[in-house]
């Protein structure tokens, strides 16, 4: 046992939960050109300001923003599922990459991640987690980047400045 107290984590776990981070960073600066394309900002502009916001308050933003368009525009309810998808892979990211993490007695392949929050009627909260689970959200993530390419390219975002058509669409 290192001399933190704490087992070592396999490098199976860790290397899937490294991945996670960094496709979560993608999606958290997707999330952000997002928004800048629904209130019509500079996404390099609009940056200043959320680069400081949280993932969770940049879905909500938009979700808001979303809600005065979707009547004259119910296709854009299609966004506002992507958001929600964000929103819970998000809460799984979150609980993984902010738990503490312990694999005594776990078999090859697990290990045991508590979360505490205040805020929740389970305070404490302990969950097994497994690379079979790592290996899901890592999926999501894909999934939810491809899915956000297909809308960007229907729905025109994310634009360069002075820009109609998406970064994806083919020149």
Not at 23 to 51: F, Y
């Amino acid at each position: 046992m290192p001399a933190t107290g704490f087992s070592q984590i396999e490098p199976e776990l860790t290397s899937r939960l490294g991945q996670l981070a960094i496709n979560w960073g993608v999606i958290e600066n997707w999330l952000g050109h997002l928004l800048a394309a629904l209130i019509g900002a500079e996404a390099g502009a609009l940056s200043v300001v959320t680069q400081d916001m949280s993932a969770a308050t940049i879905i909500q933003i938009s979700k808001t923003t979303i809600s005065i368009f979707e009547t004259e525009h119910p296709e854009f309810s299609a966004i506002r599922e992507l958001l929600d998808f964000a929103d819970e892979i998000r809460g799984e990211r979150n609980e993984l990459v902010h738990g503490i993490w312990e694999s005594t007695n776990c078999q090859p392949g697990t290990a045991l991640v508590q979360n505490s929050n205040w805020k929740k009627a389970e305070i404490i909260r302990e969950r097994l987690v497994t690379t079979t689970e790592l290996d899901q959200l890592l999926i999501d993530c894909q999934t939810w980047i491809d899915s956000y390419v297909e809308l960007g390219l229907k729905f025109n975002f994310p634009r360069t400045a002075g820009s109609t058509k998406s970064i994806f669409a083919e020149s």
